[in-house]
């Protein structure tokens, strides 16, 4: 292929060296797409060395170019599958990388960047590479397109963004007509939507050949869980009731929303939503419909399944419902127990698809979807988590049934939790008061790699979004054993907002659901007291700020000069974990009442051969075990008995391995 550069692209024999160069991905995706983007630009001589396309397996091929791809479309998933087996059974590096570049002429733009990603995040030559971010590369689908107009505009006539003193407003998908847009900065989060985008590449629904994915099911239920959670506390933070399951699907949808981004040639729009609108069929392809009707009956079978407490499997057997086999089947995974009662594609996934077709669900003013289709976009709408809400309360109706947690579950003998205390790295600001702001960050989007290379800049092409950030801060946490031997502890801590939308304070019952995960690490206990301090950039849940590619480049030279590999640990989710800057919630500038809970339980009965690291919360460990054997969420995940424990204060008085500190959470 006469674009490689032999000297970046080399193979990865795991053996010989076992961490692949830094910058090998980007350096393949760029130099991919610097001679090859956008299709109709493919020098003419490369085009007479690309084979046809049959030489890959059949199925490839089919979604054409120009035409949105979901993921949330059985036949649209099937290709993308066909593509990611195939690219992860090429038995060697070049083979891969040759056959990833004959197929950027032959795909479909979202299944290419889908597919390769994918496909890199599963080899295992490849499995500690670096991805550049997916706003560099795909920026069309992560900023508006009048946005990213102007910023070109700009850099052609050699101005940065605000240099001409009108930078144009961070947001610009609504107004405050809409209550809903007081949270646009928040769902429109570039690092949020990657994560989200990530996290369906590390679990695609339709699953990698030869791959097991542990616990998928219940891992699905948890991390969207989460992600309402942390929607929650930032509505409550702007005034906003928590977020409302769309359950009734016959009624009108109030919140409406424009997204505002265009495709990769700027043809078209993905659709803006009205408010108002009701569901309707989506025969967008008449031959695999999303019908309401087909999706109550899969939601009658589930409550069937809930209620009754047993699946029934295709050969009529009967299996209980546990939470992974719950997810399975809400989701439409490869462990679903019955596709034919539950469904194929799942009522998750064509509740995406309905959703976004909604403006338009005959096709008949060829309007392209809406934002709910693609996972690098679904978040930005308030329907997403409206419908997310949706999903989780049908896990919900599974745990409420489910005997709630014994003091044998809930204790650690002879450990005690004497303090617990929050300071962030800047001594002057108070004890147990976590601080946030918002930023400008200014983010190159010079390497849109499905930009055509006539209009390629010789220089940066800066958009600046506003994201919120935290001070980092230090939890310290006094824990005395009485153990004679050390003991291994596993520290779990959360946080919830304290005080409901009236004001009051939360009953633990209500409150559980909007336990935030904020960290969940191993230490050793010695016997006597401990103390442990916690650094909050370790944190299980994140993952540290995504390089650039400018720095991936840098990173890249150096790496090969000091035959260094890449700075991530191998067989991690590098890509995955919720991003470092959104860790704490953006609470109020007159400081948001949090509840912060530790809790600390014996890790010798609860890991798994696999270990807690940055990002494994949400993501669990690359194609291994997930590190903890607790359910996702313990223990705020089953039902907590009102009379026993009203507040969660009540709770942790009740066992001494459990503390809670009241916080605030003010934004600067
Ligand atoms: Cu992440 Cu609905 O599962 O988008």
Same mark, same amino acid.
């Given at each position: 292929? &006469?674009?490689? !550069?032999?000297?970046?692209?080399?193979?990865?024999?795991?053996? #010989?060296?076992?961490?692949?160069?830094?910058?090998?991905?980007?350096?393949?995706?760029?130099?991919?797409?610097?001679?090859?983007?956008?299709?109709?630009?493919?020098?003419?001589?490369?085009?007479?060395?690309?084979?046809?396309?049959?030489?890959?397996?059949?199925?490839?091929?089919?979604?054409? @170019?120009?035409?949105?791809?979901?993921?949330?479309?059985? !036949?649209?998933?099937?290709?993308?599958?066909?593509?990611?087996?195939?690219?992860?059974?090429?038995?060697?590096?070049?083979?891969?990388? &040759?056959? #990833?570049?004959?197929?950027?002429?032959?795909?479909?733009?979202?299944?290419?960047?889908?597919?390769?990603?994918?496909?890199?995040?599963?080899?295992?030559?490849?499995?500690?590479?670096?991805?550049?971010?997916? /706003?560099?590369?795909?920026?069309? $689908?992560?900023?508006?397109?009048?946005?990213?107009?102007?910023?070109?505009?700009?850099?052609?006539?050699?101005?940065?963004?605000?240099?001409?003193?009108?930078?144009? =407003?961070?947001?610009?998908?609504?107004?405050?007509?809409?209550?809903?847009? @007081?949270?646009?900065? /928040?769902? &429109?989060?570039?690092?949020? $939507?990657?994560?989200?985008?990530? *996290?369906?590449?590390?679990?695609? *629904?339709?699953?990698?050949?030869?791959?097991?994915?542990?616990?998928?099911?219940?891992?699905?239920?948890?991390?969207?869980?989460?992600?309402?959670?942390?929607?929650?506390?930032?509505?409550?933070?702007?005034?906003?009731?928590?977020?409302?399951?769309?359950?009734?699907?016959?009624?009108?949808?109030?919140?409406?929303?424009?997204?505002?981004?265009?495709?990769?040639?700027?043809?078209?729009?993905?659709?803006?939503?009205?408010?108002?609108?009701?569901?309707?069929?989506? /025969?967008?392809?008449?031959?695999?419909?999303?019908?309401?009707?087909?999706?109550?009956?899969?939601?009658?079978?589930?409550?069937?399944?809930?209620?009754?407490?047993?699946?029934?499997?295709?050969?009529?057997?009967?299996?209980?419902?546990?939470?992974?086999?719950?997810?399975?089947?809400?989701?439409?995974?490869?462990?679903?127990?019955?596709?034919?009662?539950?469904?194929?594609?799942?009522?998750?996934?064509?509740?995406?698809?309905?959703?976004?077709?909604?403006?338009?669900?005959?096709?008949?003013? $060829?309007?392209?979807?809406?934002?709910?289709?693609?996972?690098? #976009?679904?978040?930005?709408? =308030?329907?997403?988590?409206? /419908?997310?809400?949706?999903?989780?309360?049908?896990?919900?109706?599974?745990?409420?049934?489910?005997?709630?947690?014994?003091?044998?579950?809930?204790?650690?003998? $002879?450990?005690?939790?004497?303090?617990?205390?929050?300071?962030?790295?800047?001594?002057?600001?108070?004890?147990?008061?976590?601080?946030?702001?918002?930023?400008?960050?200014?983010? %190159?989007?010079?390497? %849109?790699?499905?930009?055509?290379?006539?209009?390629?800049?010789?220089?940066?092409?800066?958009?600046?979004?506003?994201?919120?950030?935290?001070?980092?801060?230090?939890?310290?946490?006094?824990?005395?054993?009485?153990?004679?031997?050390?003991?291994?502890?596993?520290?779990?801590?959360?946080?919830?907002?304290?005080?409901?939308?009236?004001?009051?304070?939360?009953?633990?019952?209500?409150?559980?659901?909007?336990?935030?995960?904020?960290?969940?690490?191993?230490?050793?206990?010695?016997?006597?007291?401990?103390?442990?301090?916690?650094?909050?950039?370790? !944190?299980?849940?994140?993952?540290?700020?995504?390089?650039?590619?400018?720095?991936?480049?840098?990173?890249?030279?150096?790496?090969?000069?000091?035959?260094?590999?890449?700075?991530?640990? =191998?067989?991690?989710?590098?890509?995955?974990? *919720?991003?470092?800057?959104?860790?704490?919630?953006?609470?109020?500038?007159?400081?948001?009442?949090?509840?912060?809970?530790?809790?600390?339980?014996?890790?010798?009965?609860?890991?798994?051969?696999?270990?807690?690291?940055?990002?494994?919360?949400?993501?669990?460990?690359?194609?291994?075990?997930?590190?903890?054997?607790?359910?996702?969420?313990?223990?705020?995940?089953?039902?907590?008995? !009102?009379?026993?424990? @009203?507040?969660?204060?009540?709770?942790?008085?009740?066992?001494?391995?459990?503390?809670?500190? =009241?916080?605030?959470?003010?934004?600067?």
């Amino acid at each position: 292929v &006469e674009h490689s !550069s032999p000297a970046l692209l080399q193979p990865v024999s795991r053996k #010989a060296k076992a961490r692949p160069p830094a910058s090998a991905l980007s350096s393949a995706l760029e130099e991919i797409s610097a001679p090859l983007v956008g299709y109709a630009f493919v020098p003419s001589s490369f085009k007479t060395a690309v084979p046809e396309a049959d030489i890959f397996p059949s199925g490839i091929g089919i979604l054409a @170019k120009g035409h949105q791809f979901s993921i949330f479309k059985k !036949s649209h998933a099937d290709e993308a599958a066909t593509v990611v087996n195939y690219l992860v059974s090429c038995d060697c590096f070049e083979k891969f990388q &040759e056959d #990833a570049t004959r197929l950027r002429e032959i795909l479909n733009e979202g299944i290419y960047l889908y597919a390769i990603s994918t496909a890199v995040l599963h080899r295992k030559d490849t499995s500690s590479t670096l991805l550049p971010p997916l /706003w560099q590369v795909n920026p069309r $689908n992560y900023f508006p397109g009048p946005i990213i107009k102007r910023a070109f505009d700009q850099a052609r006539r050699g101005k940065s963004d605000a240099s001409d003193g009108s930078t144009p =407003p961070a947001f610009t998908t609504g107004s405050n007509r809409d209550p809903e847009f @007081k949270l646009a900065w /928040w769902r &429109e989060d570039c690092g949020f $939507n990657a994560h989200h985008y990530h *996290w369906h590449q590390s679990y695609p *629904w339709r699953g990698v050949n030869g791959v097991t994915k542990d616990r998928q099911g219940e891992l699905f239920y948890y991390m969207h869980q989460q992600m309402l959670a942390r929607y929650d506390a930032e509505r409550l933070a702007v005034g906003l009731m928590r977020v409302d399951s769309y359950s009734n699907w016959h009624l009108p949808i109030p919140e409406g929303y424009n997204p505002q981004l265009t495709d990769y040639y700027g043809a078209y729009q993905f659709a803006a939503r009205p408010a108002g609108m009701i569901l309707a069929d989506n /025969w967008r392809d008449p031959s695999d419909p999303t019908l309401i009707i087909q999706q109550g009956y899969h939601r009658d079978r589930l409550l069937d399944a809930i209620n009754t407490g047993k699946f029934e499997k295709t050969d009529g057997h009967k299996v209980d419902v546990d939470i992974n086999g719950l997810g399975a089947a809400i989701e439409a995974n490869a462990s679903t127990p019955n596709p034919d009662l539950y469904g194929s594609v799942g009522i998750h996934n064509r509740g995406h698809d309905i959703l976004a077709g909604i403006t338009d669900p005959d096709y008949r003013y $060829n309007q392209a979807g809406g934002v709910m289709g693609d996972t690098s #976009a679904a978040i930005r709408d =308030p329907i997403f988590f409206r /419908w997310h809400k949706f999903v989780d309360d049908l896990f919900f109706l599974h745990k409420i049934k489910l005997t709630p947690y014994n003091q044998t579950d809930l204790e650690f003998q $002879n450990v005690q939790v004497d303090s617990v205390q929050v300071q962030v790295n800047d001594p002057a600001r108070p004890a147990n008061t976590l601080i946030t702001r918002m930023e400008d960050v200014v983010v %190159d989007i010079a390497n %849109d790699m499905f930009l055509n290379p006539n209009d390629k800049p010789n220089t940066e092409v800066n958009v600046t979004v506003k994201q919120v950030n935290h001070g980092r801060f230090n939890y310290k946490l006094g824990v005395t054993s009485n153990s004679r031997t050390p003991l291994k502890a596993a520290i779990r801590i959360f946080i919830a907002p304290s005080l409901d939308e009236h004001g009051t304070q939360y009953q633990l019952d209500s409150q559980r659901r909007l336990f935030i995960e904020m960290d969940k690490f191993v230490t050793t206990l010695k016997t006597g007291s401990n103390a442990i301090t916690r650094r909050s950039t370790r !944190s299980s849940v994140i993952k540290p700020r995504e390089l650039t590619i400018a720095e991936l480049k840098k990173r890249g030279t150096a790496a090969k000069e000091a035959d260094d590999g890449c700075a991530c640990r =191998p067989d991690r989710y590098c890509e995955c974990g *919720w991003p470092e800057h959104m860790l704490v919630p953006r609470g109020t500038a007159a400081g948001m009442p949090f509840d912060l809970f530790v809790m600390v339980t014996n890790w010798a009965n609860d890991s798994s051969t696999d270990d807690l690291d940055r990002g494994t919360s949400y993501c669990g460990v690359k194609d291994k075990t997930y590190p903890d054997k607790r359910p996702m969420g313990f223990p705020f995940d089953r039902k907590i008995d !009102s009379a026993l424990y @009203k507040h969660v204060a009540d709770f942790s008085k009740g066992f001494s391995n459990m503390k809670t500190l =009241p916080i605030k959470i003010t934004c600067v």
